[in-house]
């Protein structure tokens, strides 16, 4: 027969790891989601060739740079705060709202790398649970 104290311990385990697999769940999707979105903006900046294009490809490469090398490890030791928007995705917000579409498809796209800039920040923030 199971004690009282085992079957308590049994569910108290039971339900701490069933809240650590959903966090891990949470997070791993959120970092997809961050992902796709970036991807999606590296694809239609294709839509500015020249120097937007390539200053769009840098400024989210820095933007991923900074989140491996400098936020990564201030979440392992749960001190990053990822309520700030950080300087190199400002900078590549502003750079596509800045820019002067030539065509009907330049619009589209640049509405569109909007949205998914956005989209990657809210995936971001939702990994600070």
């Given amino acids: 027969m199971i ?11 039971a339900f701490t790891a069933a809240q650590v697999w959903s966090d891990n769940d949470r997070a791993e999707n959120a970092v997809i989601r961050e992902a796709s979105a970036y991807r999606g903006v590296t694809l239609l900046a294709a839509s500015f060739p020249g120097e937007p294009e390539a ?5 989210l490469r820095q933007h991923i740079q900074d989140i491996v090398a400098l936020e990564w490890p201030m979440m392992a ?5 990822l309520v700030v928007t950080p ?10 709202i800045a820019l002067t579409p030539a065509n009907p ?3 589209m796209a640049q ?15 939702a990994t600070a649970f």
Avoid: C, D, Y
């Fill in 3 to 13: 004690s009282p104290w085992s079957l308590l311990f049994g569910l108290f385990f």
């Fill in 55 to 59: 200053r769009l490809r840098a400024l």
């Fill in 77 to 81: 030791k749960r001190t990053a705060s």
């Fill in 87 to 96: 300087r190199a995705f400002a900078e590549a917000l502003q750079a596509t």
């Fill in 105 to 107: 498809g330049q619009q």
């Fill in 111 to 125: 509405k569109e790398i909007v949205a998914q800039l956005e989209a990657g920040l809210e995936a971001r923030r």
